[in-house]
């Protein structure tokens, strides 16, 4: 997709269809496509940045959440002072290999740097992409690999340049 329309609302913000269509994607890319069984929404979807590109349709194609992590944790976080996260990065399986998660990713990063005080954005990172989407956005590994909802994950940081 060239030049995304992205959306950003806090939870309050969204509209009943777009909180459906969010829903709806995130069940289908990490309960359906991934198996994961860990809940799936939770609380934080109530203190979260949430970041999106809408079809035509109005469906959700492009998805993410960010959250200070001085205030609000989920399962993969722990409170970390200075540090916004981003997670729940996701792109519907028929819209994927074109360049909409990048684009999606960088522009988290770029409301991040311009929108919070934020020194650092600290993410619990599946390891597939560990050395592909989030190494060329300037995320370095911390840490070895570690399990989280049954699959490889790694701690991946990038400094805020301010
Ligand atoms: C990860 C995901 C969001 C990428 O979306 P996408 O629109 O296909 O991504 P893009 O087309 O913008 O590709 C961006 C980069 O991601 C990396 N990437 C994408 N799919 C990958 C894969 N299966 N394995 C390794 N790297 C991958 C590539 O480096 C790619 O850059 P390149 O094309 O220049 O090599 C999408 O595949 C998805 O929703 N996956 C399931 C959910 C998930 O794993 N979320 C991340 C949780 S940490």
Redesign the pocket.
Known sequence: MKNPQFHVKTFDELTLRELHSIYVMRAL??TV??QITEQEPDDADLDCMHLFVKANDGCVI?YLRMFDLETVTDDSHEITPGAWTI?????LPE?????????IFAEGIRWISENTDAQRIE????Q??AG??YA?AGFAQVGDVYLEAGIDHVHMVLEIER
Do not use: C, E
């Open positions: 890319v990490f496509g991934q492009a997670g729940r990065v996701a792109v819209t994927r290999g074109t360049g909409l998660g990048k684009a993410i619990s990172a599946q597939y992409l592909t989407l060329a």
